[in-house]
Nanobody, 123 residues
Framework: VQLQASGGGLVQAGGSLRLSCAAS????????MGWFRQGLGNERRFVAA????????RYLDSVKGRFTISRDNAKNTVYLQMNSLKPEDTALYYC?????????????????WGQGTQVTVSS
């Protein structure tokens, strides 16, 4: 499956962004989907995940209550709504797909990755 992430940008602290990840190539609804981020000099970290049907989600503790992951299987797209953004949310955000189908936090279970979209939050 090919993944194309978009929606990043520069926003002030407290603002919002909505990331999108469009999938193609295979049956999107078979895959669990995740968002990860990587700041400068840091390793890639889990942010949020959603299972194949959209009824199970998981989040990094520091984004709970601020970020929401969702998916539209008819549009082959997964979203990450990010509200109340903080400077520490600044990173390159990647979407990823796992054939396991569940909402997994383990980045090594994700085989397909998008190219990343930059999110920069100014203070």
């Amino acid at each position: 499956v090919q993944l194309q992430a978009s929606g990043g940008g520069l926003v002030q602290a407290g603002g919002s962004l909505r990331l999108s990840c469009a999938a193609s190539g295979r049956t999107f609804s078979n895959y669990g989907m995740g968002w990860f981020r990587q700041g400068l000099g840091n390793e890639r970290r889990f942010v949020a995940a959603i299972n194949w049907s959209g009824d199970s989600t998981r989040y990094l503790d520091s984004v709970k209550g601020r970020f929401t992951i969702s998916r539209d299987n008819a549009k082959n797209t997964v979203y990450l709504q990010m509200n109340s953004l903080k400077p520490e949310d600044t990173a390159l955000y990647y979407c990823a797909a796992t054939s396991a189908g569940g909402a997994t936090m383990d980045r090594y279970r994700y085989y397909y990755w998008g190219q990343g979209t930059q999110v920069t939050v100014s203070s």
